[in-house]
């Protein structure tokens, strides 16, 4: 009978992430690492329910982990949140708790039976498909799950200058998805689609922020009245208005 278990993601032993964990600790096995972070998302898994450690100190944490230094190197990282309230872990919810459990099941069980849907399922679907909000139930379909983590890790890699992702609200999540779902619906001015797959997915989004860094309005390396102190941010490059600014003023790719 299976006990219980933790999503992780294929790539992440390789994510640039661990290997500066695995520098910072002066280890040269990202191995390492990866198995002493599957102990802290253990920890958080089963003795927190959101993912806060009210009270816990790294010094109590690195006892359990068994490794000195290491919660201040994941929390370098991003991955964890220290403060004077406690240990937080970053996006618990996407990864840990059941229900970012339930997600990856229910995924799975659509991959599934998508190719198989029938009958009823095919007749239905026109029946409803006028009552389901954009972005979910039948929408949501038409393209892969929406990888937030990697989406803020390209905007911290390609736009270091703008100010980082730190807080998961609601509604950032709700931005990223409607500007995924975006990059699968809407076409280039040729006419072709942006992308097709994940992978074209993040790697136009990847470019489209390489974009964005040569600009220098959103940089804010050219002030205009009344915006003097303006620069973009992650939520602002999401909006119409952010991609107005980035694809009307270079070059489509």
């Not at 219980?4 to 690492?33: N, R, Y």
């Not at 996006?91 to 849907?117: I, P, W, Y």
């Not at 500007?179 to 619906?185: A, K, L, P, T």
């Not at 990847?206 to 303006?230: C, Q, V």
Request: glycine residues 8%; contains cysteine; proline residues 5%.
């Amino acid at each position: 009978m299976a006990g219980p278990w933790l999503k992780i993601e294929c790539a992440t032993p390789d994510k640039p992430h661990m290997l500066a964990i695995t520098a910072a600790m002066g280890w040269d096995d990202p191995d390492l690492a990866f198995a002493k972070l599957f102990r802290l998302w253990r920890w958080f898994d089963q003795h927190t329910v959101d993912g806060n450690a009210a009270g816990v100190t790294p010094a109590l944490l690195d006892r359990v982990i068994g490794v000195t230094g290491f919660v201040q190197a994941v929390a370098n990282v991003g991955w964890l949140v220290i403060s004077e309230k406690g240990i937080s872990l970053a996006r618990f919810e996407e990864h840990n708790g059941d229900t970012a459990k339930n997600r990856a099941q229910t995924a799975k069980r659509v991959a599934l039976h998508k190719s198989n849907a029938t009958g009823n399922g095919e007749g239905n679907a026109n029946d409803v498909s006028e009552s389901v909000p954009r972005g979910r139930g039948r929408d949501r379909d038409k393209y892969p799950p929406t990888p937030l983590e990697e989406i803020v890790e390209l905007y911290h890699a390609k736009l270091p200058e703008l100010p980082r992702v730190v807080l998961k609200t609601a509604k950032r999540d709700k931005a990223c998805r409607e500007f995924w779902g975006w990059v699968f619906e809407s076409r280039k001015s040729d006419g072709e689609p942006r992308a097709q797959t994940a992978d074209q997915a993040l790697t136009w989004i990847a470019g489209y922020f390489d974009r964005a860094s040569a600009n220098d309005f959103l940089m804010g390396r050219r002030p205009t009245k009344g915006h003097e102190n303006w620069r973009a941010d992650f939520d602002f490059l999401l909006t119409e208005r952010g991609r107005t600014h980035v694809i009307e003023r270079t070059v489509e790719a």
